[in-house]
């Protein structure tokens, strides 16, 4: 039952500002811009459901919440649950009133799993889903690296090293894109994905959606996806996206395929995309790694990357 003068009701086009605000509100490091939140809603896979819900009072909106499914780890009845309250109207039974709303939306599909996360100092949002039963499956750290405290001339030398063992580091802003290069991208990247650390196990994406996903997305920087080619087989990767609002790139996916890995390429490509971003005027990088994925945390470490708070990933398993 609603709190006086509250009502939730399901997501309008017009909503999106609405939520971006929110979203900045909750989480003022975090700053997404409209055109990303509708591009992911309108690129979403058509097998996976999804539907957003806005929280009002007194005509105001003060909460946001969706439940959806994941094309990268999908099973028809397994679902994934987020929501957030502005920090003003916290306490007062909004997240529990929601959290609700969105269970009982997801009734009708009789889910036999619920993942839910929240980052580990959203103290109450971590004990609503404690309190419900949900429990820990991952963590993900979050950390950033300030560009103008990188020292390149420490890694000065890496990518000849490699050239003289027979790689070559590119980015997409430096060689052609034809059909043939974007399937040898898709391929990559579908094969690091499978040994990426995740409660469940990966499921291939549509390779038509992942070009939309790659080239069409707002946030594309060609110059920052870095790719490692050995004889012109792709062998690795490091994407990163424009976050044009706080000026910074955050890293999407890095990885090498089995087989060249322990070689420095990984370091090399992320070494190559701060020079980028440093030579585009970019304060930082954004990432975030698995708490378990010990190399790439060691990487990034090295390199100067700082922790902040983790996200906290946690299951509710309703049918083995």
Known sequence: MATEGTKIRKFKDLDYPEIVKLEEEVYPDKKESVESYRFRDKNRAEKCKHQRFIVEKDSHVIGHGFYTQWEGSYHPRKFFVYGLIHPDHQGNGHGTELYQHIIGELEKFD????????????????????????????????????????????????????????????????????????????????????????PDEYTRQDYDRFIERTFNHPEHFPEGYIL?????????????????????????????????????????????????????????????????????????????????????????????
């Not at 690296?145 to 000065?156: A, H, Q, T, V």
């Not at 010990?294 to 990034?300: F, M, R, S, T, V």
């Open 111 to 198: 889910p036999i799993k619920i993942e839910a996360h929240v980052r580990e100092d959203k103290e109450r949002g971590v004990e609503l889903l404690k309190k419900r039963g949900f429990e820990e499956a991952m963590r993900m750290w979050e950390s950033e690296l300030e560009i103008e405290d990188f020292d390149l001339n420490e890694y000065e030398g890496l990518e000849e090293k490699l050239r003289k063992e027979g790689f070559e580091l590119t980015s997409l802003a430096e060689i052609e894109i034809d059909e043939d290069t974007k399937r040898e991208m898709y391929e990559l990247h579908e094969d690091i994905m499978e040994d990426v650390p995740m």
């Open 228 to 320: 490692a080619l050995k004889e012109d087989e792709f062998v690795g990767m490091s994407s990163h996206w424009k976050k044009k609002k706080e000026n910074s790139l955050f890293t999407g996916l890095t990885g090498v395929r089995k087989g060249y890995r322990g070689k420095g390429i990984a370091t090399a490509m992320k070494v190559k995309a701060i020079k980028i971003a440093e030579e585009k005027g970019f304060d930082k990088i954004k990432t975030m790694n698995e708490t378990g994925n010990e190399d790439i945390l060691h990487i990034n470490q090295k390199l100067g990357f700082e922790k902040k708070p983790a996200w906290i990933d946690f299951e509710k398993v309703l049918e083995e």
